[in-house]
């Protein structure tokens, strides 16, 4: 089975930086898209930030120019580099792929998260 690990995340001073990270656990074939998002207390899980394999991101408009997303194919890795964080970014951040496995002798692609990590901006 396939699990999403993430890594980074914690406190940090609003303007500051942060990155996370997230990687898949167990055997897979591809990945067909992969990103973040975000849940803030009493608010909906909403997208941070995505990208597919082809290079094409796409990005929550609360972020577009603070925040990037970005993958190492080779590890397959991706990371959120987290720049001039603001209060409002405190949330906990899940990581989201659509991956693609071999199931016996055809493939089998499901949406798999992370099991989120905090991040907290204070001012």
């Known amino acids: 089975q396939v699990h999403l690990v993430e890594s980074g995340g914690g406190l940090v001073q609003a303007g500051g930086s942060l990155r996370l990270s997230c990687a898949p656990s167990?055997?897979?074939?591809?990945?067909?898209?992969m990103g973040w998002y975000h849940q803030a207390p009493g608010n909906l899980r909403e997208l941070v930030a995505v990208?597919?394999?082809?290079?094409?991101?796409n990005y929550a408009d609360s972020v577009k120019g603070r925040f990037t997303i970005s993958r190492d194919n080779a590890k397959n890795t991706v990371y959120l580099q987290m720049n001039n964080v603001k209060p409002e970014d405190t949330a906990v951040y899940y990581c989201?792929?659509?991956?693609?496995?071999?199931?016996?002798?055809?493939?089998?692609?499901?949406?798999?998260w992370g099991q989120g990590t905090q991040q907290a901006v204070v001012s």
């Open positions: 167990g055997s897979i074939l591809r990945i067909n898209e």
């Open positions: 989201y792929a659509r991956i693609s496995t071999r199931e016996g002798l055809g493939v089998s692609s499901r949406d798999c």
């Open positions: 990208g597919n394999g082809d290079g094409i991101t």
